[in-house]
Nanobody
Framework: QVQLVESGGGLVQAGGSLRLSCAAS????????MGWFRQAPGKERDLITG????????YYADSVKGRFTISRDNAKNTLYLQMNSLKPEDTAVYYC?????????????????WGQGTQVTVSS
């Protein structure tokens, strides 16, 4: 089992930046694929970025490509999401997720562990 705790959400003006963190604890020695999802009110939970256990060739959804960057610090067991040039349509609850496997998969149902979520609100 692995536990995930997100932090770093908040209110920001359009064009601003935020960095989300996801601290992992528990069985962090296993090979996980990690990702960031987001869910806006009335919408599905969508994968916006992720990378496989070897952190090569991250996936980015078209909606965030060029603005968001996923990274990890293995020594701290922490996953990050740097969000730049934020837009009001980025407003959502952001979730960190992990799956036991070596591939980034798009479906939320394919992920085994979830954080509690952190709210990101972008004002126009």
């Amino acid at each position: 089992q692995v536990q995930l705790v997100e932090s770093g959400g908040g209110l920001v003006q359009a064009g601003g930046s935020l960095r989300l963190s996801c601290a992992a604890s528990g069985r962090t020695d296993r090979a996980y694929t990690m990702g960031w999802f987001r869910q806006a009110p009335g919408k599905e939970r969508d994968l916006i970025t992720g990378f496989s256990w070897n952190a090569v060739d991250p996936y980015y959804a078209d909606s965030v490509k060029g603005r968001f960057t996923i990274s990890r610090d293995n020594a701290k067991n922490t996953l990050y999401l740097q969000m730049n040039s934020l837009k009001p349509e980025d407003t959502a609850v952001y979730y960190c997720a992990a799956r036991l496997g070596r591939s980034v998969l798009l479906g939320a149902g394919r992920y085994d562990y979830w954080g509690q979520g952190t709210q990101v609100t972008v004002s126009s």
